[in-house]
């Protein structure tokens, strides 16, 4: 079993940053890529971001359209630590935000362990 749990989130105006976190620990081992999604009131889980990596080093970061220029993805081997830095937020970038650990795809199916989420609140 692999446990997550973010943090980070928060209420912020439009323009502005914040830093998730997600800290894994149990069977870290096992895992090599994380993801973020999220998900507003009414509609589907929407994939974020996904990290890979091999060996501890970071193989891949792959962004959706929405976010890409904006958000950054990391992750911080030493602690068990993914990241998720978002820039230039806007309303439509409010939801609660969940982090997973899988097969680093963009199919939320496809992944094993999520943590409870963040509620991430862009005001305009």
């Known amino acids: 079993q692999v446990q997550l749990v973010e943090s980070g989130g928060g209420l912020v105006q439009a323009g502005g940053s914040l830093r998730l976190s997600c800290a894994a620990s149990g069977r870290t081992f096992s895992v090599y890529a994380m993801g973020w999604f999220r998900q507003a009131p009414g509609k589907e889980r929407e994939f974020v971001a996904a990290?890979?990596?091999?060996?501890?080093?970071?193989?891949?970061?792959v962004y959706a359209d929405s976010v890409k220029g904006r958000f950054t993805i990391s992750r911080d081997n030493a602690k068990n630590t993914m990241y998720l830095q978002m820039n230039s937020l806007n309303p439509e970038d409010t939801a609660v935000y969940l982090c997973?650990?899988?097969?680093?795809?963009?199919?939320?199916?496809?992944?094993?362990?999520w943590g409870q989420g963040t509620q991430v609140t862009v005001s305009s």
């Open positions: 997973a650990a899988g097969r680093g795809s963009r199919n939320p199916v496809e992944y094993d362990y």
């Open positions: 990290i890979t990596w091999s060996g501890g080093r970071t193989v891949s970061r």
